[in-house]
């Protein structure tokens, strides 16, 4: 893989090669007049208000960290924004940020009037590129935002998971296991954005075959704190036993229960730990509660009867 271990730096000039003339760089000494809002000094060094700048539109982070957003801010307030923020202007006396959307804002917040910028033209699929890159080379981006960047470049510029891989120095391995993820129910995922489960226990709930075994698997851990190895071996019991499939491969029965029935379910897998199924519905009917070890049994009943020993 050629452009493994290659700096965010390095990518962009072969971005640039490959995609002239749409990946430009503007310089104060190759260009008469700048764009409105664009200032150079004695150095050719291009300066911007930071309130002029806004999110790339191919950005594919969605959430910032508070804490490391406030260090950053700190740090630009004693030290100012060291690494040029990457821009292209947006035609409308705004410019989107390329790459250094973190550095922006830490500007901002820092209250700084000016920070230093490098002018750029990419197409869509290189600002997705880009973005991609900075965020993985500087491990920004949580997984479900990874797996969904590397899904949005391969649909905008019709790539394989190898050529994806290519681009952004990874193991192909490493792309599709990411991919993956985006098999899991979405508030599984919403999990994984939060940090409730970490990318190893997603993996352990996507080794399970059936929505209602991954929604399970996600309860025990939510409720009994499983490690991923504890998760894992979870997993694996879950797997071993299932019953073997009557008549074929036949599609699972869709659940036409009430939407709420179904969320008050979940709500008490995750309480409990362990398998529940309600029959019936808000005025009548019944609740199974499944066990697979003496573990999950002194739980349950701990939970049911709290002031009681087994």
């Known amino acids: 893989m050629a452009r493994l271990g290659k700096g965010l730096g390095a990518l962009m000039e072969e971005a640039d090669q490959e995609s002239n003339p749409t990946g430009v760089v503007v310089k104060a000494s190759a260009q008469k007049k700048l764009p409105n809002g664009i200032t150079s000094d004695e150095d050719g060094t291009l300066w911007v208000d930071p309130n002029l700048l806004k999110p790339n539109p191919f950005q594919p982070r969605t959430y910032f960290n508070e804490e490391r ?84 470049l391969m649909e905008l510029a019709n790539l394989t998971q190898d050529q994806v891989a290519d681009k952004v120095g990874k193991n192909r391995s490493t792309v599709a296991n990411c991919l993956r993820l985006l098999k899991l129910p979405e508030d599984i995922q919403n999990a994984v954005v939060a940090e409730k489960i970490s990318s190893g226990h997603a993996r352990a709930i996507l080794s399970l075959d059936s929505d209602s075994d991954m929604r399970l698997l996600y309860g ?3 409720g009994q704190g499983l490690s991923v190895r504890q998760a894992e071996a979870e997993a694996k019991i879950l797997k071993e036993g299932k019953l073997p499939a009557m008549g074929g491969n036949s599609e699972p029965k869709k659940d036409n229960r009430d939407p709420n029935f179904i969320a008050l379910e979940q709500k008490m897998i995750d309480r409990l730990g362990t398998k529940v199924q309600l029959k019936g519905n808000f005025k009548k009917g019944s609740i199974v509660i499944d066990y697979f070890t ?9 939970i049911i009867v709290p002031d009681s020993d087994l």
């Open 69 to 152: 957003l406030k260090e950053l801010t700190e740090s630009v307030r004693q030290e100012g924004v060291l690494s040029p923020v990457i821009i292209e202007d947006a035609g409308d006396g705004s410019f989107y940020i390329i790459a250094g959307e973190c550095r922006t804002r830490a500007a901002r917040d820092a209250g700084l009037e000016k920070i230093p910028v490098q002018i750029r033209k990419y197409s869509d699929e290189r600002k997705l590129e880009v973005a991609l890159i900075e965020n993985i080379q500087r491990t920004d981006l949580n997984p479900i935002e990874e797996a969904n960047a590397y899904y949005r």
């Open 220 to 222: 025990k851990i939510i």
């Open 294 to 302: 003496s573990d999950d049994l002194n739980k349950i009943y701990s």
